[in-house]
């Protein structure tokens, strides 16, 4: 099996399955992200998508579908061998295999944390049916070990949007509406995953120095996107001729390319927070409460500035009135 090093980063050219087993560890990766073969005739998308793919790499290699449960069920074991307790998959899939992928899933002990579905642009088109605008992406976690989950790497657990919302929730949402990229007259490989998506993963699910492993690396995007936030990558492609295509625009890539480029979460968690409250603290509760409802602001308002002078979250404020038979912009008296 060929291999190319680039920047300390390693990439085979074989099949995944046989190429995993004699070239990467037990337990060494931590994040694994991967978008597999379709089983549906994937040579022919064009005719579903309705686009030239004059720009599009020839050498795409497709599983019979009659072969794709046990294919499933192969690759899979694998990725859970290699991923380490505690790490995390992501397996992009769309619904005609879904169900051979979640089987394999359950033959392993790999566990359930998030089935997110991420919308799309350029859904198939249709006259007699409604149109296929989404795929799924199973979020799972090896158990054993301490999983990476970076709550404020993208938006901080605080702050609030012009709607007075939570960008750090929305975010964290299970359906991710996310376009395609978009790229006309750029060579390019069958499907290739968008950076915005490939990031949203990896920013949450690793950090800078860990190893990200791709079991179909295609047109290499998710090794673009981790080496571009300073992560180390490995992965496999079968395809002789999209690997030549694609190993020599890694060369070009340079690592954290993309740091600069990423929001700056507003990050700091209150200073009380999950600490006990005390007689006192649930007093000064009250006692401040009633002074800002009757100083004419609304309950919302009240609750903002106790978070602020108390240390504490909006929603430990909301509980302890709650407790407290708080209820709406009505004014209560202290049990002294």
């Not at 399955?17 to 978008?35: M, V």
């Not at 070990?145 to 964290?172: C, I, M, Q, V």
């Not at 860990?210 to 079968?238: H, P, Q, W, Y």
Request: charge should be positive; hydrophobic fraction near 30%.
């Amino acid at each position: 099996m060929r291999s190319e090093e680039i920047y300390g980063n390693t990439f085979y050219n074989g099949d995944c399955i046989s190429g995993a087993g004699a070239h990467i560890p037990n337990d060494s990766i931590d994040l694994i992200i991967t978008d597999p073969p379709y089983g549906i005739n994937g040579d022919r998308l064009h005719r579903h998508y309705n686009r030239d793919e004059s720009f599009v790499i020839d050498g795409y290699v497709e599983v019979a579908a009659a072969d794709y449960g046990e294919f499933s069920r192969r690759w899979i074991r694998e990725a859970e061998r290699i991923l380490r307790p505690g790490g995390s998959i992501y397996i992009v899939s769309g619904y005609t295999n879904l169900y051979h992928i979640l089987h394999a899933l359950r033959e392993t002990r790999l566990r359930e944390v998030n089935h997110i579905i991420w919308r799309y642009n350029f859904g198939i088109y249709t006259t007699r049916k409604y149109i296929s605008s989404h795929y799924h992406i199973l979020f799972y976690e090896k158990p054993g070990g301490k999983r990476t989950f970076n709550l404020e790497s993208r938006y901080g657990a605080l702050e609030r949007g012009p709607d007075n919302r939570s960008p750090n929730y929305s975010d964290r949402e299970d359906v991710w509406c996310i376009n395609r990229d978009y790229k006309p007259g750029q060579v390019k490989n069958k499907n290739e995953l968008p950076t915005e998506l490939l990031a949203k993963m990896i920013q949450y699910s690793s950090n800078e120095g860990d190893l990200v492993c791709d079991m179909f690396l295609g047109g290499f995007s998710t090794a673009k996107v981790a080496v571009g936030l300073n992560r180390r990558v490995t992965g496999f492609e079968i395809s002789e001729e999209i690997f030549e295509r694609k190993i020599e625009e890694m060369r070009e890539i340079q690592p954290g390319y993309l740091l600069p480029t990423l929001r700056r979460p507003e990050t700091g968690a209150p200073k009380n927070r999950g600490r006990p409250w005390t007689d006192t603290e649930r007093e000064t509760l009250i006692s401040r409460f009633n002074q800002i409802i009757e100083s004419g602001e609304t309950k919302k308002r009240a609750v903002e500035t106790l978070g602020e002078e108390l240390g504490r979250g909006r929603w430990a404020i909301e509980k302890m009135l709650k407790k407290e038979g708080i209820a709406g912009n009505r004014r209560v008296y202290s049990r002294r």
